[in-house]
């Protein structure tokens, strides 16, 4: 298995570098001049000129090319054109939020959904499966932002019991750094608590179809055994696959809650970055989140291997 | 679960998220500490190099200016103790005021003085006026300098005391060598806050804390001049990009001060009893829908003077700030109203009744055949978002062709700049506002000039506006800029350098424990208290 994830991790390396290529390669032709947006709404044509050939910007595309590449080779994500600070400091900064963010998301979603996905199949027909399915349904009708303000409203400013917006950092105290994180991980979670819990159901309700099962009720074994320790092991796999993939979706997802929310999170450096054509930080996020993916990706496959002893590499 | 164990939990729950909002509570304390957000992100801190109104707000903290305009428009003396000027105007001395340092320290001396000046004077209108009449501009000793001039020049206190972007900002002369094209990258100024770069998280917080050494005037601050006295140990600029969290945050008191809310959101702002809600700038905007004089079939007066025909400020300006009669005025100008200057003459075309049908028949008279007119709209700002939707239905009235590309803003500066043909990636209209604090005189007013290639986006040439300008220049006293102005207006409308939209104003909001907020083109902390 060791070879198995060297070899994983190696391939990441020409992964990475499409990646690269494809999003320097988007940004060069994407309109938008980040110039003009350092010049501002009064200056003249003549001074964005100015200001586009004092970035570099008027240079051919493999020269700015091979100079990035250099330089994340070397280790150096490059300069923000606006702030210039080091875009690998900017990450630094935002890293936190985003990560408390998706790692608290992804632990109510597991401890939610799964067990609402479980006691749906288990209980198939009955008020408490469609009570599942309604949750879920709502879940994943009702869009992040809409969510998010509902519970801004109801939470923050009609009972008062958790802030509108912000971050504090975990160093500041476990208390705080919750208060302010409760809502998002909880709007965040929304959807993906209704996408986990349906396919957790649906891959029950295979398994507990299945004749070993129906051995195990046969033998004496009772509900809860059957339910968590025969089927839903072997439900894992599929349910662990929607959680990797859904990681993707959850980073999409963090981009709206942490607007919605003003959290300084990846997310909304990402967007700042667009709107402004802010180049190198549009490129050094990108290239985190894919390395990020890629390592998720990874992750999942080494976890079947727990699930399903079945699965060699 | 028994009863007893679940109203047990209940209770712990209840008290666990207590325990949660209390920091919350105890965060809000604190009335040294200002918590405002901004109109945008601050995403640099050079005022010289870029012309963004965010990044002048936050820079009139922390570099102080030689002179600084008053609510009346006066420059007053700032960093300067006063000055001498010669019968001629050529000769303008200059003597700084003792005991003025930087953050880092250092005195300040005439040396960073003419750095600073001439880092702006490349980058600013005024700026390059001066340079074109300079024969020296040079130090006496540390605490004088002097500009010897070839022409006189009667504007050289309004050029240094002006807050219109680029703004005539003293800085170090290491961080004043920096080229004028390129953002600088060391934040110390002299200014009454110093700006904590290691807090700042561009796109979420901008930190800037009191300046304990700044020496304050001893006049009562107006404005960018008098005495700028902080009441805040430190003011948190946050970035809430979302109206909707930033008016949550606001009524919760997360926040303290709200830069510029959203007409739609004003209505329950002004329902809370803890907030005040006031007109913010008093100079207001002047929209603006510009169109490409290099290419058919803008390059022909005949056309924009049908666009002008049709064009109604009434429908643009609802558009803009909605019902609120208080938010905006017809503008048959292209200067702001209420200033000394103001002038309606020459702006007929923009009076009374629309004319459809003549406008009409003008475009048939300049040729226009149905070509495709591309408007270009930046769809992410609200502002020309409305503006866009109103033109594109008002050329449809007089049977122009429309081709409305939504597009966000920063597609749409890039694309301005394009001198291509409009089917070749350039364009034929884009939108825009002016604050009507760079529209009171042609200084600060890159719009309004028409100086062909080197004019603002959309290349209007002419030459008698131009000359019109200059004679703005030369004027000496009020009477004759007045004079100068009529010209321009008249000159202006008649060849319809662009199209102005109305005027319109925006609001502000603050909590009611804040006391002292005022009504001006920038945000002025100074003198603001919080109880």
């Known amino acids: 298995m060791l070879t198995y994830a060297a070899k994983r991790v190696a391939a990441t390396i020409p992964v990475m570098a499409i990646v690269a290529f494809l999003v320097f390669s988007l940004l060069y032709i994407a309109p938008g001049d980040p110039a003009a947006i350092i010049a501002g709404d009064q200056a003249t044509p003549a001074d964005v000129d100015r200001i586009r050939e004092s970035l570099g910007l008027d240079r051919p595309f493999v020269v700015r090319f091979a100079e990035w590449v250099w330089r994340v080779l070397n280790g150096d994500l490059g300069q923000s054109i606006f702030t210039n600070l080091s875009v690998t400091h900017m990450i630094g900064q935002r890293i936190q939020p985003t990560v408390s963010l998706m790692v608290l998301t992804l632990i109510l979603t597991i401890c939610v959904a799964v067990p609402m996905g479980v006691a749906a199949a288990a209980k198939q027909g009955t008020w408490i499966d469609r009570l599942v399915m309604m949750v879920s349904v709502s879940g994943f009708s009702v869009p992040v932002f809409v969510v998010g303000y509902l519970m801004a409203y109801v939470f923050a400013l009609q009972l008062d019991l958790f802030p509108v917006q912000g971050y504090t950092p975990i160093a500041n105290g476990i208390g705080p750094w919750l208060s302010n994180l409760v809502l998002p991980v909880v709007t965040l ?94 490129q050094g996020c990108v290239l985190m989140f894919s390395f990020l993916y890629v390592l998720v990706n990874l992750g999942v496959d080494l976890l079947y291997t727990v699930f399903d002893p079945r699965i060699r590499y | 679960m028994k009863r007893r164990d679940f109203l047990a939990a209940t209770a712990a729950g209840a008290t666990a998220i207590g325990a949660l909002a209390a920091p919350q509570l105890a965060a809000a304390q604190g009335s040294r500490v200002l918590r405002f957000v901004p109109q945008a992100n601050l995403s640099s801190m050079d005022a010289v190099a870029g012309t963004q109104y965010v990044v002048r ?80 501009l040079e130090a006496l000793d540390d605490q004088s300098f002097r500009f010897r001039l070839n022409k006189p020049f009667t504007k050289m206190l309004f050029a240094l005391g002006k807050n219109n972007a680029p703004v005539a900002l003293i800085m170090p002369e290491r961080i004043a060598a920096t ?40 006049e009562a601050g107006d404005w960018l001049s008098g005495g700028k006295r902080m009441m805040f140990d430190r003011i948190e600029w946050q970035i809430l990009p979302d109206a909707a969290t930033a008016t949550a945050a606001l009524q919760n008191g997360e926040i303290d001060w709200w830069e510029q809310p959203i007409p739609d959101v004003v209505p329950l702002l002004k329902r809370n009893a803890n907030i005040n809600v006031d007109i913010s700038d008093p100079l207001g905007n002047i929209g603006s829908l510009r169109m490409n004089h290099l290419h058919p079939p803008f390059n022909d007066v005949r056309v924009r003077r049908a666009v002008m025909m049709a064009l109604n400020q009434q429908d643009y300006m609802q558009a803009v700030v909605g019902d609120d009669a208080k938010l905006w005025k017809l503008l048959p100008s292209f200067f702001t109203p209420g200033t000394p200057v103001y002038t309606e003459e020459g702006g007929d075309i923009l009076k009374g009744p629309r004319r459809y049908e003549e406008a009409r028949k003008l475009l048939a008279e300049a040729g226009y055949k149905g070509e495709k007119i591309i408007l270009c709209v930046a769809t992410d700002v609200a502002i020309t978002k409305a503006e866009g939707d109103v033109t594109a239905d008002m050329l449809a009235k007089i049977g122009m062709n429309v081709d409305y590309q939504a597009l966000d803003w920063g597609t749409v500066g890039a694309r301005r700049a394009k001198k291509d043909p409009p089917g070749q990636g350039g364009w034929h209209i884009f939108h825009t ?36 300008i200059g004679d703005w220049y030369a004027a000496a006293d009020l009477e004759a800029e007045k004079k100068a102005i009529v010209a321009i207006n008249k000159a202006s409308f008649d060849y319809v350098t662009y199209g102005p939209t109305g005027f319109f104003l925006q609001y502000q909001a603050w909590r009611k424990n804040i006391s002292g907020v005022v009504k001006a083109p920038f945000p002025v902390f100074w003198g603001v208290q919080k109880t």
């Not at chain 1, 608590?193 to 295979?206: F, G, K, Q, W, Y």
């Not at chain 1, 009772?222 to 993939?245: D, E, W, Y």
């Not at chain 2, 922390?62 to 960093?79: H, K, R």
């Open chain 2, 179 to 218: 080229d004028p094209f390129k953002l600088i990258s060391d934040y110390v100024g002299s200014g009454p806050m110093k700006f904590n770069k290691a807090e700042w998280v561009p796109g979420s917080k901008a930190i800037f804390e009191k300046f304990a050494e700044y020496p304050v005037r001893s």
């Open chain 2, 433 to 468: 506002w002016h604050a009507g604090a760079d529209c009171i005189n042609p200084a600060p007013y890159t719009a309004l000039d028409a100086g062909g290639d080197k004019a603002w986006f959309g290349w209007p040439n002419s030459p008698e506006v131009q000359a019109r």
């Open chain 1, 189 to 282: 979670s929304a959807a993906f608590v209704a996408l986990i819990a349906r396919v957790t159901r649906a891959t029950m309700l295979e398994v507990l179809s299945q004749d070993y099962v129906r051995t195990a009720r046969a033998k004496g074994v009772s509900q809860r055994p059957v339910l968590f320790v025969h089927a839903l092991k072997n439900a894992a796999v599929p349910v662990i696959t929607v959680i990797g993939l859904g990681v993707a979706s959850l980073i999409g997802g963090a981009v709206v809650t942490e607007s919605v929310f003003a959290i300084p999170g990846v997310g909304r450096l990402i967007v700042d970055a667009i709107l402004r054509r802010d180049y190198p930080v549009i």
């Open chain 2, 57 to 136: 707000n936050a820079a009139l903290m922390v570099w102080d200016t030689l002179y600084g305009v008053n609510s009346q428009l006066e420059p007053q003396p700032q960093m300067c103790e006063g000055h001498q000027v010669s019968d001629d105007f050529k000769t303008w001395t200059f003597k700084l005021r003792p005991g003025l340092t930087f953050h880092d320290g250092g005195k300040v001396t005439t040396r960073d003085v003419l750095a600073s000046l001439k880092r702006w004077m490349v980058r600013d209108t005024m700026g390059q006026v001066i340079t074109a009449r300079l024969d020296a």
